[in-house]
């Protein structure tokens, strides 16, 4: 369509401007969506098509909310009562914390949102607006759209919904100025770090360049009071550093002189300097998060892992302290004895990822079902004591390990190209990861995720654990590790120990 321009009478300029509209009508809850690139003709389209339509608006607007684990509010705008000077606020960032807790009382009104979660099934962006407007951030199709359409009409026509409840369980950053009181298990790279371009970051020791999957990023001592110390290595380096927070804000500083950079694209950065500008991740066992100084404390009600998710293995010849086969094939390893299991079931693919930058220890593949493709990620960790126990620091790394390998789900695209990427280096030397199948069975599966469904289990394997004897502390952990694969992307955990 033409249209002459705003800021002339001259009608000898215009310019051409193309707008797109798409309506949906949702049968069973007798509902209409409109999606336009002009916000301002959603209403008239909605009138032109029916007799007779009112916008869904107000505060039931706000049920979209529901079911959205561990959301983080970027954005909250109130409107207040009209005896106020100030009609309306909006709080962003630090400030979102007491926008909730203004939204909760009697004499404010939400008017829009904005923020990030996880549905079970990955994250997601969604926004509302009083006013009836809804929308996430996405780029996709028609039909998933239609389908997000069909789970948001279904939340908005449930009146059992309480919205006043929904804002009570986001997660609020707090900015603090001392280290938390509670016992780190794990550390994961900033988010800026994109796992679709993991093979285009490296990481530089003493002027070597190594991938990012070739390096493990780890919690050194897992204490409640203790300095939070952390560390890049592989086989051929260790380098350590200090996260510490002060009235000044974090800092983090290496612990050695040793020269370490990291390569991102085409941009080389310090990595002390780069970890100060994008802080990595600590979890702590209170299901408590830290980037930065900012601490996200969890509101979310941990339950005791249940019993009937674990497993308990016959170790009978192996050594429990003795972890990985290595490339000898060690058949006193707890990685030989499990691959050897696994081997008899209905696999086309148990593959060794054993090494720093791991997806998992085994990575087991079945794509017998005709519409969808099995992932099995199993984490193996060495028992701390030659006899199984009740200790939970033989808990702490692998559980870690286990919530980790969730960033690789959600880049499930680059699952394949890592294990092909893997097994090339691997086979420079000599040595195959493949225990079953091999580079072109890979690829036929990497062929069939574009059309099949991915469904992924995980599975923490600690033989230095008894199932005699597990404490509920014990149980808390596996239970924290359990809803966060849950909460994200609806990944059950499995727990396999001893007698």
Known sequence: MDNFIEWTNYKGIFNQEWKLHIAYWNE???????????????????????????IFNGERVFRCLYGINRLMLGTVGLKTNMNSIIRYKMFAGMDVGEGISESIKEDSTKSNLFGIGYNGNGKISIGCSYKGRIWSRWVESIDFWKKWCD??????????????????????????????????????????????MINKIEVIYNRKHYQLDDVNLNIINASENGPLVFEISNDEFAVEFEFKISNNGFSICKESFNDMSIIIGRKEYEIVEYFNSHSPIIKFTNSSSLEGNWLVESNINISLFNKDNLFAFDWTDVDIQRESQGDDKDVSSIQFSVIQKLKEEQFSIVFNDDNAGEIADIICIDDSDDSELIFKLYHCKYSHSPTPGCRIND???????????????????????????????????????????????????????????????????????????ITPEMQRLFGCTEAYLKDTYGIPLKVICSC
């Open 151 to 196: 789970d948001i009409a279904s939340k908005l026509s449930d009146s059992t919904i309480d919205t006043s409840e929904i804002l009570k369980g986001a997660l609020i950053p707090k900015e603090i100025f001392e280290r938390p009181k509670c016992i780190p298990y794990s550390i994961e790279w900033p988010l800026e770090l994109d796992y679709d």
């Open 28 to 54: 069973e809850n007798k509902m209409c969506f409109v999606n336009s690139s002009d916000k301002s003709s959603s209403s008239k389209i909605a009138e032109l098509l029916f007799e007779d339509s009112r």
């Open 395 to 469: 808990l702490y790394e692998v559980c870690g390990q286990a919530e980790k390998s969730v960033r690789w789900i959600a880049n499930k695209a680059s699952i394949i190209p890592h294990m092909k990427n893997r097994e090339i280096r691997k086979n420079e030397k000599g040595i195959s990861r493949f225990e079953l199948g091999s580079l072109e069975k890979l690829d036929e599966i990497n062929n069939k995720m574009k059309f099949f469904k991915s469904r992924f289990e995980i599975y923490i394997v600690q033989p230095g654990v008894s199932i005699q004897k």
